[in-house]
């Protein structure tokens, strides 16, 4: 149970970018896991060369945040509004180009980034590494700060607003565009950070990006599209569902968030906390 609160953790950072960018500017971010790979790799490079995790750690949010920058700048901000299938291809092929730069820069070998914290916690006769609860709090530590945001910060409220009244908030003389791309910075910093923290769990390779953008998606459909809340309880959900699957049945560890979500989805087709809405054309 406890190694699944961190798999949590890693899972909500990575998967709130994809849900803030459909329920706040309604497009499907599928190149969100590029910044989470860019994440892991900055994080490497710079554990490799100083030895501070740290750096690395703060380089890897950094890195994703202006490659989520230059992106939403010179492309995303061209497909608002668009159909959500139409803005789910532009990104899907940001993430392959983004694969391809990976590749051509260090390679396919996998790159092993050492734990920062080795110590191990005694709970309950067991023996559980501190690095795997820290990154459990730190994701707790994110859904906070973006709550906080969201719903206490005159930019949040203006985000939000600007969501069902672009117009009128712009005649408040408030720059929508330049929130949404603050927004977004922060989406693809926060998943920059998340493969940073997950580089010492799996190792990084050019391709930890499909696997992970598959559990994003589960997550986010499962928790609802577009609601924070609900991907943090998806994602509580699927860290169980991988661990303590993985314990009774090996290949749950990767069926069983599948299987959550289609009972999930059999009585409740919206997801946990979604509501009713108009996607891909279909109601």
């Known amino acids: 149970i406890l190694f699944g609160l961190g798999i949590s953790g890693i899972l909500f950072m990575v998967s709130i970018g994809i849900s803030i960018g459909f329920g706040l500017m309604r497009i499907v ?22 030895g501070s995790f740290l750096l690395g750690l703060l380089g890897g949010t950094l890195v994703a945040a202006c490659a989520g920058l230059i992106v939403e700048t010179q492309l995303v901000r061209r497909v608002y509004g668009k159909e959500l299938m139409f803005t789910m291809v532009v990104t899907f092929s940001v993430f392959m180009i983004g694969i391809g730069i990976v590749q051509y820069v260090y390679g396919l070998a996998a790159k092993p980034v050492a734990a920062p914290i080795q110590v191990l916690v005694p709970i309950l006769g067991a023996q559980v590494p501190l690095y795997r609860l820290l990154v459990f709090v730190i994701g707790m530590v994110v859904y906070l700060l973006i709550h906080l945001f969201l ?33 977004f910075v922060i989406a693809s910093g926060l998943a920059g950070l998340g493969g940073a923290l997950n580089a010492p769990l799996v190792g990084v390779t050019p391709y930890m990006g499909f696997e992970m953008l598959l559990f994003a998606f589960i997550t986010v459909i499962l928790g609802g599209l577009g609601n924070i809340k609900g991907t ?20 749950l560890a990767f ?28 109601e």
């Open 255 to 282: 069926v069983g968030p599948f299987i959550v979500m289609f009972v999930v989805i059999l009585f409740k087709p919206t997801g946990l906390y979604g509501v009713k809405g108009r996607a891909f054309g279909f």
């Open 29 to 50: 971010n599928m190149e969100q896991m590029v910044y989470y790979t860019f994440g892991a790799y900055m994080t490497w490079t710079l554990v490799a060369s100083t």
């Open 151 to 183: 719903n206490k910060t005159i930019v949040g409220k203006a985000l939000r607003a600007g969501i069902e009244n672009p117009s009128q908030v712009q005649g408040l003389g408030i720059n929508i565009r330049k929130i949404f791309t603050i927004s």
């Open 232 to 251: 943090l309880v998806s994602a509580l959900i699927m860290g169980q569902a991988v661990s303590v699957g993985g314990i009774i049945y090996g290949p």
